[in-house]
């Protein structure tokens, strides 16, 4: 997919808060009805980066384009165009869930009757058609992040932005919530998506970068970049007692890849089962142990050096 496909275009965009430059000079295209996804830490630059591209922060330098049009100067034509899911809650709790699309709905300049329609029209999609009458006050943490989706879908935009869109929700209410953003895909809206959370980035993207420190380490589809950066399974140990690191290092003349995390050891290779043979030879005792295929956590480790969660 070409340039003349992509919704959004980045060529050594950067962003700097004083001496610190918190992305540092950025290549990214976004193709038109795909799930791009940011990944990162805190602190890597994806969330700047996103306020980049919603017209919320300006350029330090380098180029972008979105929607074919520069945010130095059509920042209001791109807005138009663009629905944010914030990472806070910034629903009014003084309205009911129906007023909160009523008037969000206003400010894109549409009809009373338009907007009434959509909301309606919204609640359902984002199933909180029962509850339109309901204070936001009332509503569960899931609930919410459905309602702000929706607010964001008010105008029907072609490009909505969604940071860390389920943090703090339980898995039901997320699988739900991937259900809705699995609908807007399939009715071709773009989705550019930040995200804490690995199985996230494996359900939804279609590509996404790793980001850290700044900088983009790696670009790919989820199972690209497993296969590119890591091993087909990964092995993980906890000992019942005893030193983790010197263990580590054991095994590390025994195996093709270990790595040491805060809570486990990790190992790599093409044989899970294989691995623990290996380990058993060393008459360890364990506490823990799970064979697993490996994962775009396992991808963030290899490319930084440590957990995402870290």
């Not at 996103?50 to 972008?64: H, Q, T, V």
């Not at 029962?130 to 899931?142: C, I, M, Q």
């Not at 550019?192 to 939804?204: K, P, S």
């Not at 030879?281 to 480790?301: P, Q």
Request: one cysteine or more.
């Amino acid at each position: 997919m070409g340039a003349a496909e992509a919704i959004v275009v980045a060529r050594g965009l950067t962003k700097r808060f004083g001496d610190f430059e918190a992305v540092a000079g950025v290549d990214f295209s976004i193709q038109r009805g795909e799930v791009f996804g940011f990944l990162g830490p805190n602190g890597a630059g994806k969330t700047s980066t996103m306020r980049m591209i919603a017209c919320m922060s300006p350029l330090s330098g380098g180029e972008l384009m979105v929607r074919g049009l520069d945010p130095a100067r059509d920042g209001p034509r791109i807005r138009a165009g663009l629905g944010v899911v914030p990472q806070g809650d910034t629903l009014d709790s003084e309205l009911t869930v129906l007023d909160n699309l009523l008037v969000y709905g206003r400010y894109f300049d549409l009809s009373r009757a338009v907007v009434r329609e959509r909301a309606t029209r919204l609640l359902g999609f984002a199933q909180l058609s029962e509850r339109a009458g309901a204070k936001v006050d009332d509503l569960s943490g899931g609930m919410r992040r459905r309602l702000t989706i929706a607010r964001a879908l008010i105008s029907e935009p072609e490009l909505v932005i969604l940071d860390e869109p389920t943090t703090g929700l339980d898995p039901q209410a997320r699988h739900l919530l991937w259900e809705r953003l699995f609908e807007l895909k399939r009715d071709g809206v773009t989705l550019i998506v930040t995200t804490h959370y690995m199985d996230e980035a494996e359900q939804l993207c279609d590509r996404l970068v790793v980001m850290d420190h700044g900088h983009i380490v790696a670009e790919g589809s989820p199972l690209e970049l497993i296969a590119r950066y890591t091993s087909r399974e990964v092995l993980e140990l906890r000992l019942a007692s005893g030193d983790h690191a010197a263990l580590a290092e054991r095994l590390r003349g025994a195996l093709e890849r270990v790595e040491l995390l805060p809570d486990r050891i990790c190992c790599y290779g093409e044989d899970g089962d294989a691995m623990l043979d290996a380990v058993h030879r060393l008459g360890v005792a364990l506490d823990h142990v799970l064979v697993r295929r490996a994962s775009l956590e396992d991808v963030f480790l290899v490319l930084t050096g440590r957990s995402l969660i870290e």
